[in-house]
């Protein structure tokens, strides 16, 4: 019996601190709201002044008057030079249908410079481009660029994550270290540059 008459006294003792909590921070916020903010000893807010004074002094009307600029012909009066018109632009050529001009070159050089070999590590091949680019953007954190690229397998495109290109296998080992260092497993590509 005792035990009840405890428990009820701890619920009552619950309310009245609560109502009485209560009642004080209403009365702090009626005070705070009622009262005008007091300002502090020493400390003023600045006067704005009622009218704006231009900040570039008016010039005497004798000096000669300098033209508005007009931003949206920023090149008003000039020329472009002349030699500017007889270079050939490969973009205005390319856009009007022109193709670029092939210089001579024997049957050989074309031949070899073909033929030569780039490397290519890559680190992954996946069949989503989602995946692949999670991959590429885990290696740009890590520092490292890296270039997706598509290619088609047995009808399915797969996406691959490269670095590179290099001119050398010797060139790849640092990298290859390095994603090696990182748990992932680096392939070297060789490859024929087009």
């Known amino acids: 019996m005792q035990s009840t008459k405890e428990f009820g006294g701890t619920i009552l003792g619950l309310i009245l601190g609560l109502t009485l909590g209560l009642v004080l921070a209403l009365g702090v916020a009626f005070y705070l709201s009622k009262t005008p903010p007091q300002e502090k000893p020493g400390i003023r807010a600045p006067n704005l002044p009622l009218t704006i ?36 632009d490969p973009i205005r050529d390319i856009a009007n249908g022109k193709k670029p001009e092939q210089k001579p070159a024997d049957a050989k050089g074309a031949e070899a410079k073909n033929t030569e070999p780039v490397f290519f590590v890559q680190v992954g091949a996946f069949s989503k481009q989602a995946e692949a ?24 495109i797969v ?32 490859a024929n540059k087009s």
């Open 133 to 156: 680019d999670a991959q590429k953007a885990s290696l740009a954190i890590q520092g490292i660029q890296a270039q997706l690229s598509d290619a088609t397998v047995d009808g399915n």
């Open 53 to 88: 004074k231009p900040a570039i002094p008016v010039e005497d009307e004798s000096a000669p008057a300098i033209p508005p600029l007009d931003l949206n012909k920023p090149l008003q009066g000039k020329k472009p030079a002349s030699n500017a018109e007889d270079k050939a």
């Open 159 to 190: 996406w691959r994550v490269r670095i590179g290109p290099f001119v050398t296998a010797e060139d790849t080992k640092s990298i290859t270290n390095k994603l090696s260092s990182l748990g992932l497993k680096p392939t070297i590509i060789r």
